[in-house]
């Protein structure tokens, strides 16, 4: 019901009822808990519906895959009509650089001339046109290197190796293939692989070799007792190319080499 109540004017004045859009309620009142659950119960809700609705996306983890095999090149393939049949290269282990190449080389050297660049691990043979065969090489590890100029004396397919008496000295196992035993026989595991190439200065045996191997891990590494080690698919193809007398020029390595 309306109450009226007279004004100062004599007018009479309405008196609305106390109003709010907030409905007071007493704490702990039934009605007030039964809301309050209700808004929470709402929130959660709304919470639930938008993990459901807007789900994590599928993480697709792509297989990696595998790197492909290098193509074996034909030059390194087994060689099976060989005195002793020479097994593939593992060319896994060998970078593709120290393949078997010709590059442009500009040098002042004569075509023909071998060049052993023993810091780079690589083999020239001079070319005409500024250009170059280039192999990859094992040179000798410290103290065992050498270098000059010489000449290849002569050259020996599936030679004997014989270590020279102070390998010996260092490696009493070696023994058995001194001079006086006859060296060891020719063969895969022989040091000295499939071919030989002497070099002699001043007409006196350096001692020094270029020869072949079958370990493809050496390429390019400083491992050997001096001598100069190509792959045996290499070193048979160098011997095809140079004859006997062939001039050769070995650069040192300032921090291995011992100067002639």
């Known amino acids: 019901m309306t109450n009226l109540k007279n004004g100062q004017n004599g007018a009479s004045e309405r008196v609305l009822p106390a109003c709010s859009t907030h409905h007071h309620h007493r704490p702990g009142s039934s ?3 039964l809301h309050r659950r209700g808004f929470l119960a709402g ?25 492909p095999e290098p ?6 393939r087994a060689m099976p009509s060989e005195r002793f049949p020479i097994p593939a290269v593992d060319i896994k282990r060998l970078e593709p650089q120290l393949w078997r190449q010709v590059v442009d080389y500009p040098t002042d050297e004569r075509v023909g001339t071998l060049i052993v660049d023993t810091p780079a691990k690589y083999l020239y043979l001079v070319r005409e046109g500024g250009k170059a065969m280039r192999y990859g090489i094992g040179v ?16 020996r397919e599936w030679p004997t190796w014989t270590p020279p008496a102070e390998m010996i000295e260092r490696q009493p ?3 058995p293939y001194s001079a006086a035993n006859g060296g060891m026989p020719p063969g895969l595991d022989n040091p000295l692989g499939a071919r030989a190439l002497y070099i002699f200065q001043d007409g006196r045996d350096t001692l020094y070799r270029l020869h072949g191997t079958n370990q493809a891990w050496s390429i390019g590494r400083a491992v050997s007792s001096g001598c100069i080690r190509l792959l045996n698919q290499d070193v048979i193809d160098l011997y095809g190319r140079v004859p006997d007398g062939t001039p050769i020029r070995v650069i040192p390595d300032p921090s291995t080499a011992i100067a002639a």
């Open 43 to 67: 929130l959660a809700t709304v919470a639930l519906s938008g993990c459901v609705a807007t789900p994590e996306p599928a993480r697709v983890i792509a297989a990696q895959a595998p790197e």
């Open 71 to 76: 193509v074996l090149p034909a030059m390194y």
């Open 140 to 155: 000798g590890r410290d103290g065992f290197s050498w270098s000059g100029r010489a000449v290849i004396a002569y050259k």
């Open 173 to 175: 196992e070696l023994a």
């Open 31 to 33: 009605i007030g808990n």
